[in-house]
């Protein structure tokens, strides 16, 4: 809410986009970049703080509307980054488990901190799972969230599309008659026909001699 109130969101949305490094306006973005992540920082428990400085823009921790794979796969190399620049250097064997079990939660919190409000849902019960799952067991959690609610909205498209063309199906069909005397045939100089059809061109059907047979025989 402080964010937004300080009309700074597009800078977690993406929607404020850094400008080219030759734009005049580059630095009043980096400045005010800058200023969202220390707002985010103060927000997060103090044990997190290292890992968002490190971050290279504000945008990059959040998913931000954009593909969950690809929201996924950018924290990941942060959180490798974070690994091979800060590296464990506890002695006892104990005290390394440790570390690293708090590392990796604090990697599941920040994914799931940053997803997009569509997954708040799932996100909620992955937190509440006990023990904690590890990354990528949250990411395939939330992946298959993510790819029902793909599934659901797609089948939802269908089923409407469906119900519109059963709609136009039910409904009357009406049919315009053709006007055949602005017909003419070029061939017999006749109208109500054109050469395609003419009979006198390229003759005349066997029903149409037997019924002249029947007449004649009549008469």
């Not at 939660?105 to 799931?112: G, S």
């Not at 409407?160 to 017999?188: G, L, Y």
Request: charged fraction near 25%; charge should be neutral.
């Amino acid at each position: 809410m402080h964010i937004a109130s300080r009309k700074k969101k597009g800078y977690i949305s993406g929607r404020k986009v850094a400008p080219a490094g030759d734009d005049p306006n580059i630095d009043e973005w980096g400045t005010e970049d800058t200023l969202v992540k220390s707002w985010l920082i103060n927000s997060r428990i103090d044990r997190l703080m290292s890992l968002f400085v490190q971050c290279g823009t504000t945008k990059e921790s959040h998913q931000g509307g954009r593909p969950l794979a690809e929201y996924y796969n950018e924290l990941s190399s942060i959180f490798m980054e974070l690994d091979y620049l800060r590296p464990n250097d506890m002695t006892y064997i104990a005290d390394i488990e440790k570390q690293r079990k708090h590392t990796a939660e604090d990697w599941v919190y920040i994914f799931l901190a940053g997803l997009d409000h569509s997954l708040d849902q799932v996100s909620g019960c992955v937190l509440s799972t006990s023990p904690l799952p590890s990354l990528e067991e949250a990411y395939s959690l939330v992946r298959r969230e993510a790819h029902r609610q793909v599934t659901m909205g797609t089948e939802d498209y269908f089923e409407s599309s469906a119900m519109a063309i059963h709609k136009n199906n039910t409904q009357p069909t009406t049919f315009t008659p053709i006007d055949s005397s602005s017909r003419f045939c070029t061939h017999c100089n006749s109208t109500r026909h054109i050469i395609d059809v003419c009979w006198r061109k390229h003759g005349y059907p066997e029903w149409y001699k037997l019924k002249q047979a029947e007449m004649k025989n009549k008469k």
